[in-house]
């Protein structure tokens, strides 16, 4: 079972640089990792996915080592509209035959941006 | 493109009254599901689908059911309403898993309370 452990919550200030890392030690061959940020009352918005090396959108980074048991979303400049939950999750191909859209959401970590 | 659409948005049902959560897509998305949030708590995935006509259980289906007779529709059904049914219901959509774009796309939530 590809479960994924991050920090339950962290703090950062307008302008700084934020970095959640997400351990997935049981990482399948085939699966993606990929970050969703979910806003009070909102449903989860996709925010990246990569599968190794580094990734890079507009909104943020991803960063998976050649071991993929890990990866860090790295949010530059955060804002205090950054403030949410941040879900890492790996497609769980073993649990439900293959497809790795079957996502297994853990608690995520809320992110609380101050002025 | 409205995405994807839940109705009701909020909604109280008495013990063992029965209801139909509705959900909807425009994005031809062939995979389609049914996640409940608990506060404080993660998304956990109740059933999905992967076209018309095919359904599969998650990993808490007990107390629904579901059913997929069109690609754009995917209501999920409580026949016997119980307490630990008050959640959080998101519906999301993809592509099938390997495209480029099959991340998840969620609907703004229906919030369940049964007393």
């Known amino acids: 079972l590809a479960k994924t452990t991050q920090p339950i919550s962290m703090d950062s200030y307008e302008g700084q640089e934020v970095n959640i890392t997400c351990s997935h030690n049981?990482?399948?061959?085939?699966?993606?990792i990929t970050w969703y940020q979910q806003f009070p009352s909102q449903g989860p918005r996709f925010i990246i996915q990569?599968?190794?090396t580094k990734v890079t959108n507009e909104v943020a980074s991803l960063f998976i080592p050649a071991d993929r048991k890990s990866s860090t979303l790295s949010l530059p400049r955060v804002s205090l509209s950054d403030t949410a939950v941040y879900y890492c999750?790996?497609?769980?191909?073993?649990?439900?035959?293959?497809?790795?859209?079957?996502?297994?959401f853990g608690t995520g970590t809320l992110l609380a941006v101050q002025p | 493109n409205a995405g994807v659409t839940q109705t009701p948005k909020f909604r109280i049902l008495k013990i063992g009254q029965s209801m139909t959560l509705q959900c909807a897509q425009d994005?031809?998305?062939?995979?389609m599901y049914w996640y409940r949030q608990d506060p404080g708590m993660g998304l956990k995935l109740i059933y999905y689908?992967?076209?018309?006509?095919?359904?599969d259980k998650g990993e808490v289906p007990n107390g629904y059911n579901v059913s997929r007779s069109t690609t754009e529709d995917f209501p999920l059904r409580l026949e016997l309403a119980a307490p630990s049914q008050t959640s959080v219901y998101f519906c999301?959509?993809?592509?099938?898993?390997?495209?480029?774009?099959?991340?998840?796309?969620f609907g703004p939530g229906t919030r369940l309370t049964v007393l």
């Open positions: 999301a959509s993809s592509s099938p898993p390997g495209l480029v774009s099959d991340t998840q796309y």
């Open positions: 049981n990482i399948a061959t085939n699966d993606y």
């Open positions: 990569g599968y190794k």
């Open positions: 999750l790996v497609g769980d191909s073993e649990n439900y035959g293959g497809a790795t859209n079957k996502l297994i």
């Open positions: 994005m031809n998305h062939n995979y």
């Open positions: 689908s992967v076209g018309a006509g095919i359904t």
